[in-house]
């Protein structure tokens, strides 16, 4: 069985070191890329008219090619991680946006009154009552930028080996090893469902009232 992890040296790394690598480059933007989305969302929430030129815009960029997000950003990253993870996060904006904005507008008027008139002022009524009831749209788009981002993560193998368990790929076809490339795909998909299925317990965490069927 330890022969089936066994990686070329030329990799510089172990599996378990690939995996921690991998979700990294992964989450990381995602993180980012939700920080971004917080403000962007409420700004469209309160000037209706900036929800789609946003939108467009983050589609647009969306339609980029990763490959030539790379060719622009080697300038000023070089062939670091860093490389992979500003496309990563740029990426997921097109689906937090629309979350956060879908999610918060759901907010009933009434709720929003009763905050105001118990002294919220706006970014206090954002984050402890509009984001918390919007939870499940939020954690929706996490689950899905999250998976995204994990399975584009592999790109990163055309620049300098910054792919991750993508690097695997690679190898596997320069020395001519399927192993390697099983490792690298079956990998990357059990992460994705792992990270999907940690998600899906933190929404049921932070969202006990939704009913059990809503939750699935």
Known sequence: MSE???????????????????????????????????????LCVRLRWLYPPVLWVTTVLYAVPSLAFFVVLIDYTGLSELTVMIPLAVYSLVVFVPALVDGVRSVPRETLDAATAMGFGPVRRYLQVQLPIAAPAVIAGLRVASVSSISLVSVGMLIGN?????????????????RLIWLSVVGTAVLAILVDAALILLRALVTPWMPKGAAR
């Open 4 to 42: 089936l992890f066994d990686l070329p040296s030329d990799l510089q790394n172990s599996y378990p070191g690939l995996v921690a690598l991998h979700l990294r480059i992964a989450l990381l933007p995602v993180l980012a890329g939700l920080l971004v989305a917080l403000p962007v969302a409420q």
């Open 162 to 178: 910054q792919g991750a368990l993508g690097n695997l790929l690679n190898s596997g076809m320069i020395y001519h090893q399927p």
